[in-house]
Every structure is written in structure tokens, then in C-alpha cells.
């Protein structure tokens, strides 16, 4: 699978190989504008995320005034479908149009692809809602950095929760993508030290409607916990239907980031119950977090939801590294991110490793609980927090 990706993505490249070459923004001479291309779905199975991400990246903007380096920003929305191809695309359009930053995606394989156009134009490429370990591993760039979480510190926090629960057996169901495939094959060997019997996996088609003959196994199978690698859309419609059938009676579900407010409000009362890790939460108690979360509200009537979280937190880190440069010149940027730190980010003490390009914080883990000012709109409660020194692992050079 990990092989297949590859391949897809030298095809998406070779594609638009031609356009690539004359897609190189002036770096180091001021603009009338600061462009940034966003590249994120807002379309397809992780649309359901688009909105959350930019919202948080108009709460970053505002509090800047609109503006870095004395210029105004200027935002491209882009809808990438959750597809490499169109990522790699609507980034190369942008940068062909002055946009100085590249920030996306939600899609691993999509992320994956938009670090090549990065490395190729030498622009700065902010993830915040990409796992995929390869990311800041095996396939780190100079040029890309992530602000969230990577899939290997993630499921850390998961066997953490697993071994705490006591599971005997357990059921895999996600995505039939490398990054969802690898994470659940990168704890085999500490469910086997736990005594923990896998009953089973199924890994489907995104966007999948029918998860019928998956939940039929699962059911044969009466593991204790069912680990679901799925996200956004593909995660409401997969609880829905377990939920439907009574699976949950048997069995309990949870995931490394399958639930959060946005999947609680599709799934209203019923999600109450499941437990996931989260990228962020409102209830990180800092004076920058407390600020964030009285903006969105006043903003949109709402708290915001994890991917409204991490969107805002990578973006506001970015500008504020830009603008303390006070340069143009992209390489400057890259320098000053790579070494920088924020004592108190929205989730909570957070540096930059120089090495591979990956934020590291606390990690966070959360239960569904009912929500009384809104009972069809659950609440993520905190129920654990691991420290940083315990999920992530030494890394090298950047290539």
C-alpha cells in the first residue's frame, strides 16, 4: 500500500511537471499582498472538516489585523476533494499566482503529494490535519512542517488507553489507506505484550455507505473494543450503523482521532460514550486558549471543534514566526520555525524539533459525555493527558 502511494504520487507530479517549473513565487522581494494557498477538502469525506479549518484560520487572521509583514493577507480557498491530483493542481496554480506559503491538507496521501510542489518551488508547507508518519519521517522535507499530531504519538496515547481499559480482544476497522494500515500495524507487537488478541480488521473504500458486512464480522467476533482509524464523514456513517445494529452493547468504540464536536454533532446523543484522542480541546487551560475559544464564540455562537483548533494554532505559529523575521525571505522563515517555541500555544507548551520538522506537545485524550445545555450536541471531555516526553520517539536529519 505504502508502495502504491508512492507511485500515485510520482504520477500526479509527472502530470503537472510542466506547469512546476513556472510556478516559482519571488522570494525575498515584498508583495503588495502575502499570499497563502490553502489546500484543504471541503468536498468528499473529510469536507466535513473544511469549514472547521477555516474558521480557525479567520480567528488567527483577525487577530493580526489581516496582516504580516505589514502587508494584507491574501487567502486562496482551495478544494482538494481529498484527491493528490487535485491538491497537487490547485498549489501549483497558487504558487504560480505569488502565493508564498502552502498550507494543507486534511488527506495524508493529499499532503504527501503537496510536499513535493513545496520542495520543488521551495515554499513553506504548513500540515495540521495530516497523521501520516511518513510525513515528518521517512519522507521529511526541508520544507514541511507539521503542527499537529503524527500518527506514531497518537497511537501511543491508544495502547496507553487500551492497556488502561483492560481489552482482551480487540476488532480493527478504518480507512483503506497506508497511513490507517500502518498506525494499526505499528502496535501489533505491544498488543501482543498486553495479552491482547486481535478478533479481526476490516479496512475499506473512503467514502464508503455500507458498512453492513464489516459490522457482521465485528459482531461474530463480540471483541471487547473496536479501534475505528476512520475520521469526519467516514466515522459518523460507520457509528451510525454499528450503533444501529446494537454493536455497542457489546462492544466499545473508540479510535485514535475518530470522534470530535464535529462528528458529535452528526451523531447527536448517541456518540455519548466513545472515547478518542483529540488534536486539541477547549478545555486546555491557558490565556491564549481562553482567548481562542471567546473569539470563536463571539465569531460563529459555538466552541470551536478540534480541526478549527489545530487550523488556527498552526497558522497563528506561522505568522507569528514570519513576522518576527521581518524578511521576505523564505529560507529565513524556514530557519526561524524549525528552532521555535511557544511556551503557551492553544495546546498547551509547544517547540518545534529541528530534526524532522514535527511540533511536539502533550497529548490528549477524550470521552463523549452528555451536554445538558444541548442534549443533541455531546460535549469532548478530557479524561487524560499524556505527557510529551512519553509519545514521541529520536528522529534524524532532515534529507
Avoid at 459555538?302 to 489545530?310: L, N, R
Wanted: aromatic share 8%; net charge positive.
Amino acid at each position: 500500500m505504502r508502495q502504491a502511494i508512492r507511485w500515485a504520487s510520482a504520477l500526479v507530479l509527472g502530470a503537472v511537471g510542466g506547469a512546476l517549473a513556472f510556478a516559482q513565487p519571488t522570494n525575498g522581494v515584498p508583495q503588495d499582498t502575502f499570499k497563502i494557498a490553502v489546500v484543504v477538502p471541503f468536498s468528499g469525506v473529510y469536507g466535513i472538516h473544511g469549514q472547521s479549518i477555516r474558521r480557525g484560520m479567520e480567528i488567527a487572521m483577525e487577530e493580526r489585523g489581516g496582516k504580516v509583514l505589514g502587508k494584507p493577507l491574501e487567502l486562496t480557498w482551495n478544494d482538494d476533494d481529498s484527491k493528490p491530483q487535485v491538491g497537487v493542481q490547485k498549489a501549483t496554480q497558487a504558487i504560480a499566482g505569488g502565493a508564498q506559503v502552502i498550507f494543507g491538507s486534511v488527506s495524508s496521501p493529499v499532503s504527501l503529494a503537496l510536499m513535493s510542489v513545496a520542495a520543488q518551488n521551495k515554499v513553506p508547507h504548513i500540515v495540521t490535519g495530516s497523521a501520516d508518519d511518513r510525513i515528518t519521517g521517512s519522507d521529511r522535507s526541508r520544507y514541511t512542517f507539521r503542527t499537529a499530531n503524527p500518527y506514531n504519538m497518537e497511537m501511543r496515547m491508544t495502547m496507553g488507553y487500551i492497556e488502561a481499559a483492560g481489552f482482551k480482544t480487540l476488532y480493527a476497522i478504518g480507512p483503506d489507506v497506508g497511513a490507517a494500515r500502518d498506525a494499526w500495524a505499528g502496535i501489533q507487537a505491544d498488543l501482543k505484550r498486553a495479552g491482547v488478541t486481535v478478533a479481526g480488521e476490516s479496512f475499506l473504500p473512503l467514502g464508503t455507505n455500507d458498512f453492513s458486512v464489516a459490522v457482521d464480522k465485528i459482531m461474530k467476533s463480540a471483541p471487547d473494543g473496536v479501534i475505528s482509524f476512520f475520521t469526519g464523514g467516514d466515522s459518523v456513517t460507520f457509528t451510525r450503523q454499528a450503533t444501529a445494529v446494537g454493536l455497542r452493547n457489546k462492544s466499545k468504540l473508540f479510535g485514535p482521532t475518530a470522534y470530535d464536536e464535529t462528528t458529535n454533532a452528526a451523531l447527536g446523543a448517541s456518540a455519548i460514550g466513545l472515547q478518542s484522542g483529540v488534536r486539541y480541546s477547549k478545555e486546555v487551560d491557558n490565556a491564549s486558549n481562553r482567548r481562542f475559544v471567546a473569539a470563536y464564540n463571539r465569531k460563529f455562537k459555538e466552541d470551536p471543534p478540534v480541526y478549527a483548533g489545530i487550523a488556527y494554532n498552526g497558522f497563528a505559529w506561522l505568522l507569528d514566526t514570519i513576522d518576527a523575521t521581518k524578511s521576505w525571505d523564505r529560507e529565513r522563515w524556514i530557519a526561524a520555525f524549525e528552532t521555535s517555541k511557544r511556551p503557551e500555544s492553544v495546546q498547551g507548551p509547544e517547540e518545534m524539533r529541528a530534526c524532522d520538522h514535527q511540533a511536539i506537545h502533550d497529548g490528549l485524550w477524550a470521552e463523549v459525555v452528555a451536554n445538558p445545555a444541548n442534549p443533541s450536541n455531546p460535549l469532548m471531555k478530557l479524561a487524560k493527558t499524556f505527557p510529551a516526553a512519553r509519545l514521541y520517539g529520536p528522529c534524524g536529519g532532515v534529507k
